[in-house]
């Protein structure tokens, strides 16, 4: 029979994690300490147990004390703080195989890793501006209040008008529904529109996550295919005439970066009104163009309501803040909102959205897309040039008017899923087109995001370090 394991004395905990958090520097010399009364109190033990733990510390070093003054971290002998580790242009940990892209998360937290795709500028983010607004929030004490269901009204109101001015879309505060991803305006939309068991069109190749999501919630899905201007809607009429939805991405298609001509968006517009279809406008990063004007939204020119409008704050402010935003016809708010009301989120955060609110009403938000745009066509330019010297080995960039990622075209001998399977054991998240096709034939690239690269050596680092790891002698 196994020993029952002896628990760690608490003293000896305390001391241990005092010791490791002086060492690695959470704690700084010079720093004072809790007294033993308060930390006692904080967690929940006696006096006698933190003085066990203090002593040692003190006689070990790594403490002193400085009479009525209190205790501190000692000045001299304590370890450096180690620096903080080097955010390096080079891969260094290989990543999953991606050869069927679930999603884009390539690591749970931390910094971008080497090229990854729909991330924004993380380095950019204006951090600062962004906690004075939290704690203003923070003070205020309704936003810790449990959510409205449909979302936080002065952030409904706040992209009303931010979405009327820069997309062209026209909608009261009440037409926008606040959901924590755009996984989640999908169910939303599945749900009020009682679509669960009809069949829907995903674009092929297409953002993989969309049609897990729409499989997962019991709808069949139908790849229509997409060709050098989007989808083919012509393609989808005649294979798939029955299917009562289709999710597209017609602002800069996903992945391919096409955006939907008119006469395609004419051609949708009809198709659903014909056969009592919705349409999915998936607007993710609709924000980024870099020649001319942000495209207005399809649902813009929406005028029979048939159009769900997806919008997502993870690329305009950053993922983690998971809150994304739906836009329907006003004839469709009651449904909208009795399926938010049974939703099994129950509601995003009230106090992020207050802040995204202040955010975008203060004009903040406009202010920081515009910097982003010009940031991003650098960036874009940074890693179009550092590749350009490999357009001869066939590595050929095709520049789309917008977006966060490249897509490379690939010679024809080369197999993209390959090099984009050596690329991740290297540590750089690049993705093969092929696998966001389910691995069907047709054109080859690899995708990779230039947003993170902040300056031409990076650039020119990261690209030689894949191209080494694409080892194309070894093919
Ligand atoms: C095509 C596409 N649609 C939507 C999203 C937004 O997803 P979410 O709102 O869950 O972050 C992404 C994110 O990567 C995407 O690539």
Known sequence: MNQPRRATPIHEQIYARFRSMIEQGQLSPGQKVSSLRALATELGVARGTVQVAYDRLLGEGYLVARGPAGTFVTEHTAPAKPARARRTAVAQRPLPASDAPDSLIELEGGNPVPLQMGLPALDEFPRKLWARLMARQVR??????????????????????????????????DQVFIVPAYTASLALAVDALGLARASAWVEHPGYLQTARTLERIGMQTCDVRVDEHGIDVGFGRTHFPNARLAVVTPSHQSPTGVALPLQRRVELLDWAVQHDAWIVEDDYDGEYRYRGHPLPALKSMDSYGRVIYCGTLSKVLFPGLRLSYVVVAQSLVPQFELACRRSVHGGCPELMQAVVADFISEGDFSRHIKRMRTLYARRRAMLAEALAPYCADGFVVHLQDGGMHLLVDVREDLDDVVLASRARQAGYAVHALTAWRNGAPGRRGLLMGFTNIRNRDEAEQLVAGLIRAFDLRAR
């Open 140 to 173: 205020k004490a309704g936003s810790l209040n449990r959510p409205a269901p449909a979302g936080y009204m002065p952030l409904r109101e706040a992209l009303a008008a931010y979405l009327h001015r820069s997309r062209g879309i026209d909608a009261h505060a």
